[in-house]
């Protein structure tokens, strides 16, 4: 983040893709932050309200989730543009993804802001809930009953959010499998012919993107089943806390 700050004050044009790459670090170092804010010490050392430090900080936490997954798709898809021939459908679109790439962006901070703004009213201080809790989120935040069929709702409806981006990352990613896989079969025998024993670079950037998709969707998969879980067991115990925060995180 800071590489791609002092970039921009020394007077370097920033490319699509530096600005993706910045929102991501930013986003995924505010998901640190709200990992360490979780753990006990810092809770008790903040001297503002429970209510206000569970709402801030489980809002913030599920925002930044939200980005993470969508500027990941939105980088995965500016990339498959970028490797695109000028001849085929998606090469129209090259000079306009350089143009429009901090509208998406924004609308993504819109999209996710609004989103999980929920939120602010769903969840509550553990102590200051006076109904029987119906979703305990570790020690400080929980549901109570009369919101617990609105928060199903609005899982489901963050689910197929993700499910959206995530599926559109996979399409790209194998959209630039296939150039790649095209391109090494055009140029095979310039390969046949070289005397490097070396793997070629296309089915060595095939085997990156498919390490990091496998990697990232899987890592999603795991985020899944813990949360629908925690919503049958209406429960988030401290260890599965802490395995989603790890996974999250991941």
Not at 77 to 84: G, N, P
Request: glycine content about 4%; overall charge positive.
């Amino acid at each position: 983040l800071l590489f791609r700050i002092l970039m921009l004050f020394l007077g370097h044009r920033p490319k699509p893709h530096d600005l993706l790459t910045g929102n991501l670090a930013l986003v995924h170092i505010l998901m640190l932050l709200t990992m360490l804010f979780f753990s006990p010490g810092p809770f008790e050392s903040l001297r503002f309200q429970n209510d206000v430090k569970c709402k801030a900080l489980f809002y913030l936490s599920r925002v930044m989730r939200g980005l993470s997954i969508c500027t990941t798709c939105l980088l995965s898809m500016l990339q498959a543009v970028t490797i695109s021939p000028s001849s085929s459908w998606l090469g129209r679109f090259k000079q306009k993804s350089r143009r429009y790439v901090i509208h998406f962006l924004l609308f993504l901070w819109i999209l996710n802001l609004s989103f999980s703004s929920n939120l602010l009213f769903f969840t509550v201080a553990a102590s200051n809930v006076t109904r029987p809790q119906v979703l305990s989120f570790g020690k400080y935040c929980s549901i109570s009953s009369p919101r617990y069929l609105r928060w199903i709702l609005l899982f489901m409806m963050i689910q197929v959010r993700d499910v959206c981006f995530v599926g559109g990352m996979l399409l790209s990613s194998v959209y630039m499998v296939t150039l790649l896989f095209r391109h090494q079969r055009r140029s095979q025998h310039l390969h046949n012919m070289s005397l490097s024993p070396s793997i070629s670079p296309e089915k060595r950037a095939t085997q990156i993107i498919l390490l990091l998709v496998s990697f990232f969707v899987v890592m999603y998969w795991v985020d899944l089943v813990i949360s629908f879980c925690t919503i049958v067991l209406l429960a988030y115990g401290p260890v599965m806390l802490g395995v989603q925060t790890l996974v999250v995180n991941a």
